[in-house]
């Protein structure tokens, strides 16, 4: 079963849509029993090995899986996972291939896949990719034909491509999804901006704080409004300049005076167009997580920890101790005992120790 023009676009693209689909290989395993009238097509995904694997199962047909939990404690694969394993990539088995060598087993599996109401079965293992291992299945009531091999091995490299791009797009979804929560917990927002220093995107954690600053949502594809004249200009220079040959380095720029809110403005590198990136301070109200972790940390009590923070957030001691509600000579006697632990000069160097600890990450 060779593919056709009109498979091209009934198999195809809903292979490769399943990239950004949330239902991922699901719509390409509907159209694939469809077009074969198999009962059941299965795409099976498992990513390592041993108890800790995680197997992803995208079917249509008949549900194996819950199918075989009815009549069955182990499901309709997890039997022959060992016998998948030793396939050869890109050849398509009959089942037969690998139980007719153990009289035993073929007897048992054969009772199992009757229960399901299947006959026979076609499987290709796709090559693994990192450390996914993948197979496509078609079953069915009766006997297979060379119909069935052939529509398996003539999707063999689109299925393959397609998960390989699954992968690293998955990789790189990981590593952005990290990147942002690793800036949000430094305080950090981020914007992009066109050299035109239109906004292409933005993240939450900044677009939150524009909208309290601007009174409006800053728009993609539209320039920030209101920023004062100078600001404007020198945006839209910087935006020439970093999307430009030779950007040059990183420089700062006062976006809003009050309340008061600097960025850092550079070049983007890895990006599908020459862009400006913007990265911002925001706002980091420190909470009771900051003065535990500081205690943790630094072996400290939590009023003394407490007392850092305070000093971390500008105030003076007495400020700290009308904060705290201490004396002041209560305050005095921490701040002598935490500069003694921290093994630190005054306060000067107690805000810097606070300052660089992972204690005040949001």
């Known amino acids: 079963m060779a593919l056709t023009t009109r498979d091209e676009t009934d198999l ?16 390409f395993a509907d159209r694939l029993q469809r077009r074969t009238q198999a009962e059941y097509v299965g795409l099976i995904q498992r990513i390592g090995n041993g108890p800790e694997a995680i197997v992803q199962e995208f079917h249509s047909g008949l549900d194996l899986r819950t ?6 404690p182990l499901d309709a ?23 007719d060598h153990d009289p035993a087993y073929r007897a048992a599996r054969t009772q199992r896949m009757l229960r399901l109401g299947i006959t026979d ?12 291992s993948a197979w496509l299945i078609i079953a069915r009531a009766q006997p297979c034909t060379a119909a069935d091999s052939a529509m398996l091995s003539n999707l063999a490299p689109y299925v ?62 539209e320039r920030l409004r209101d920023l004062g ?33 600097e960025a850092l403005l550079m070049a983007a590198v890895d990006t599908a167009r020459r862009s400006m990136l913007v990265l911002c301070r925001l706002p980091n109200a420190l909470s009771a997580k900051s003065i535990d972790r500081l205690a943790r940390l630094f072996d400290l009590p939590p009023r003394e920890a407490e007392l850092a923070i305070a000093l971390y957030e500008g105030h003076s001691i007495a400020e700290a101790a009308e904060r705290m509600g201490l ?10 005992r935490l500069y ?18 992972v204690a005040v990450m949001a």
């Open 12 to 27: 195809l693209l809903p292979l490769f849509r399943g990239l950004s689909d949330n239902r991922r290989f699901s719509a």
């Open 67 to 72: 199918l075989a939990q009815e009549s069955d």
């Open 77 to 99: 694969h997890a039997l022959d996972r060992f016998h998948y394993d030793n396939l050869r990539p890109r050849r398509v088995y009959s089942i037969a291939e690998f139980f």
């Open 121 to 132: 079965e076609r499987i290709l293992r796709i090559p693994d990719i990192d450390a996914m």
């Open 160 to 221: 393959e491509e397609a998960l390989r791009a699954a992968v690293e797009l998955e990789r790189w979804r990981s590593q952005s999804s990290i990147s942002t929560q690793g800036l949000a917990y430094s305080a950090v927002g981020w914007m992009t901006m066109d050299r035109e220093a239109r906004l292409l995107s933005i993240d939450s954690g900044l677009d939150a704080r524009l909208r309290e600053i601007l009174g409006s949502p800053p728009r993609v594809g």
């Open 229 to 261: 004249p100078k600001a404007e200009r020198e945006l839209t220079a910087a935006a020439m300049q970093f999307t430009g040959e030779t950007p040059g380095l990183a420089r700062p720029l006062l976006l809003f005076d009050d309340p008061r809110l």
């Open 327 to 336: 004396t002041l000579e209560t305050a005095r006697n921490y701040s002598k």
């Open 340 to 357: 003694a632990k921290l093994e630190v000069r005054g306060q000067a160097q107690l805000v810097r120790l606070v300052s660089s600890s």
